[in-house]
């Protein structure tokens, strides 16, 4: 069936370093994606998302880039922080009003 | 309230017995969603409520599993005779309408352990 999913379950980089958190789709009609972050205890937070008809979007400190040749999206967070530590998940509202989630890489950020 | 909430935050309850679980919306969101996550798991869509419009049940896992949506407003959750299988996290979400279903704030979740 059609899912969201994603290449790493942990990611651990040095504070200051760029985290690359990656996810694949398999919906190739997707035109909409979102990231979450979800710190430990607390539901998924909206971070960004990308439409279909763009390749690259930018947040403060986040940028998403979208790969529709390789159904491909990923997630860099620039000079991650300790604040930055969470599990991330990428997510397809493919369904009418529901969103799927892949299964999320959790990042650690090493002081 | 500014967010989401849901109560309670954690529940152990015995196999076999009934619980429910409780999410307050965002005041004027009209949607509302259920979601269940098992550890190191993403979110498993269960039910969603627009409005007075019949909910879309078709996530829900058996019939054990029910949600009603009182007065437009708050939810319930209600899992009858737990399973230990039935341990997650139980996330509430809510959004202004379906139109806006992308902008979904969620709730802190309901952790539930069934021993």
């Known amino acids: 069936g059609e899912s969201v999913g994603l290449h790493l379950p942990t990611l651990s980089v040095q504070e200051g370093d760029n985290s690359i958190i990656n996810c694949a789709y398999s919906?190739?009609?997707?035109?909409?994606f979102i990231w979450y972050k979800q710190e430990s205890g607390k539901g998924p937070q909206f971070i960004i998302d990308i439409r279909s008809n763009m390749d690259k979007r930018q947040g403060q400190r986040v940028t998403v880039l979208l790969n529709k040749t390789v159904k491909h999206l990923s997630l860099q967070i620039a000079a991650t922080q300790p604040g930055d530590s969470a599990v991330y998940f990428c997510?397809?509202?493919?369904?009418?009003?529901?969103?799927?989630f892949g299964g999320g890489t959790r990042l650690m950020v090493k002081p | 309230g500014a967010g989401v909430s849901q109560s309670p935050s954690n529940k152990v309850t015995e196999k076999g017995k009934d619980v429910e679980l409780r999410c307050d919306p965002i005041?004027?969101?009209?949607?509302l969603y259920w979601y269940r996550q098992s550890l190191g798991q993403g979110l498993e869509f269960l039910i969603y409520?627009?409005?007075?419009?019949?909910?879309?049940k078709s996530g829900l896992p058996s019939d054990r599993f029910s949600a009603e949506r009182t007065g437009g407003s708050v939810s319930t959750l209600t899992i009858q005779r737990t399973q230990q299988e039935d341990s997650a996290v139980y996330l509430c979400a809510s959004s202004l309408d379906s139109r806006f279903s992308y902008e979904q704030y969620f709730g802190p979740g309901t952790r539930l352990t069934v021993t």
């Open positions: 997510a397809d509202p493919n369904a009418g009003n529901m969103l799927t």
């Open positions: 919906n190739s009609a997707s035109d909409y």
């Open positions: 409520f627009q409005g007075n419009s019949a909910p879309d």
């Open positions: 005041s004027g969101h009209t949607a």
